[in-house]
């Protein structure tokens, strides 16, 4: 059974660029997460969603960060435009419906973005 | 507010035990998780506390005080390739929202 897919795995873009992150969750998930982790800040949560739709943006840094779920088998996230403290990996997870409990996370490989 | 503290580094010897702390204040709280992250790689589940007590699966074990807001993981007969980052994260339960929210991590070095 594939795991979560993430895409690119890696990405170098110079300032002003826009990106685009993608994910793919394992089938039969229903909430799917972003996170961005840095050295500094460890693992931050930027968005979730449950049923392909936003439940918490809390974490979404500013304005230049979006996030989509178009479908049950699809995320973007876009950086527009990026800048240099953008650089991270970011990780996408997802996880299904705990019969008792949250539920573990289940992480894809993460994309590690470079902004130059 | 969210705050989860846990040691940022600790060094043990193959063979030992090593515990590893953490504590949390969250607004809410549905359980305490531990992931294990290698370098370059993805974190993976180790371990779930919803109830207070010790949770064993193996080699590895994970404590829960809800009172006290505390957690740790025991690794017991450590092994070379335990050297890894843990996560403490906590699953922060409120109205629509059930998010994880994780700790920066512990970097456990494992020497011969």
């Known amino acids: 059974d594939a795991g979560v897919i993430q895409s690119p795995r890696h990405e170098v873009t110079e300032m002003g660029q826009e990106v685009t992150l993608r994910c793919k969750p394992i089938?039969?998930?229903?909430?799917l997460f972003w996170y961005r982790q840095t050295m500094m800040r460890g693992l931050e949560l930027l968005i979730y969603f449950n049923n392909n739709v936003p439940i918490d943006d809390s974490g979404m840094p500013e304005d230049r960060f979006s996030a989509k779920m178009p479908n049950a088998s699809f995320s973007t996230l876009k950086i527009q435009p990026s800048e240099p403290r953008d650089s991270a990996v970011y990780f996408c997870?997802?996880?299904?419906?705990?019969?008792?409990?949250?539920?573990?996370?289940?992480f894809g490989e993460g994309s590690r973005l470079t902004v130059l | 507010g969210q705050n989860i503290d846990q040691p940022t580094e600790m060094t043990a010897t193959e063979g030992a035990i090593v515990q590893i702390n953490c504590t949390y204040q969250t607004s809410g709280f549905n359980g305490l998780f531990w992931y294990q992250q290698h370098a370059g790689e993805a974190p993976t589940f180790l371990s779930y506390?919803?109830?207070?007590g010790l949770e064993e699966k193996g080699r590895f074990s994970s404590f829960l005080s809800r009172s006290k807001g505390y957690s740790y993981l025991l690794l017991k007969e450590l092994q070379m390739k335990d050297s890894a980052s843990y996560l403490c994260a906590v699953s922060d339960y409120g109205g629509a929202t059930n998010k994880l929210i994780f700790g920066t991590g512990t970097l456990l070095a494992v020497q011969p």
């Open positions: 506390n919803v109830l207070d």
């Open positions: 089938s039969g998930h229903n909430s």
């Open positions: 997870a997802s996880r299904s419906p705990g019969l008792e409990g949250p539920g573990e996370l289940f």
